[in-house]
């Protein structure tokens, strides 16, 4: 199988076209035309991940490994550690990032995880109409991502409806108009904006709210089911 046709048919799934100016999803590192016999899905590439994926192979992230231009290819920065892995080992790389938070991602993860019915609200909000007490909802966020913790701001002891943006979207604070929103990267100073406006937040990290694309993903392409592996990176952080 050529990356072409595994290229052809994500483009039709989720439209490159989609993403945001910033963003830098798409074929970033191989050549459409080389033939591989495995694809390989993760959220994001860390170091023991390359070691372990075949020669000859595809991988393809949610995270872009490559977002600003790269002067050169020295082993000393993240993305140039791993840019040189995947080159001496013949591996291609695509990165679905914004484009998919639009057409899928949120969905899978407040649908098939979260079990919210929702409304969209925009490009990267769904809304949910829920009526549960603040508390038990935290437990039962905590349940379903399989979270140890959240950090939360609490303005409301009921919960009525709350609005899922994943990953990082508090630079979209302005347009929730829910009682709770539920998203990643949760800065101090945006927390207490969001209390000034008596917007409740619960802090479901970037990468506990976003590992679920590799598993949205998969369910996507029963046509090359047989090729693909999933191979999740992992969390930098650890909880002590």
């Known amino acids: 199988m050529k990356i072409s046709e595994i290229y052809d048919f994500l483009n039709k799934l989720s439209p490159f076209e989609l993403q945001e100016k910033w963003d830098n999803s798409g074929l970033l590192v191989g050549d459409k ?17 390359i070691d372990e994926i075949e020669e000859n192979s595809l991988i393809i992230t949610h995270h872009p490994l490559i977002f600003k231009p790269l002067k050169s290819l020295v082993p ?10 995947l080159i ?22 407040m649908k098939e995880i979260l079990g919210f019915e929702y409304a969209e609200t925009g490009d990267f909000m ?26 939360v701001v609490k ?7 709350l ?3 994943t990953g990082s979207g508090m630079s979209l604070l302005d347009n929730v108009s829910t009682d709770l929103f539920l998203t990643g990267d949760i ?3 945006e927390a207490m904006e969001a209390k000034a406006r008596g917007i409740s937040l619960m802090d479901i990290t970037h990468y506990e ?26 969390n930098p952080f650890k909880r002590l």
């Open 155 to 161: 303005c409301h002891n009921n919960i009525e409806s």
């Open 33 to 49: 035309n080389q033939k591989i016999d495995k694809i390989y899905l993760s959220l994001d590439l860390d170091l023991e991940l």
């Open 187 to 189: 800065k101090y100073h």
């Open 88 to 109: 001496q080992k013949n591996i291609s790389l695509i990165s679905m990032h914004t484009n998919f938070d639009k057409t899928h991602l949120n969905r899978f993860v």
């Open 126 to 151: 769904l809304k949910a109409k829920i009526n549960m007490p603040f508390e038990e909802l935290a437990n039962y966020i905590k349940e379903k991502l399989n979270i140890d913790s959240l950090n």
């Open 163 to 165: 609005t899922l943006t």
């Open 76 to 85: 000393i920065s993240y993305s140039q550690k791993i840019a040189i892995k």
């Open 209 to 234: 709210s976003e590992k679920y694309f590799a598993e949205a993903l998969f369910k996507e392409l029963k046509d090359f089911e047989k090729f693909v592996i999933i191979r999740n990176s992992k």
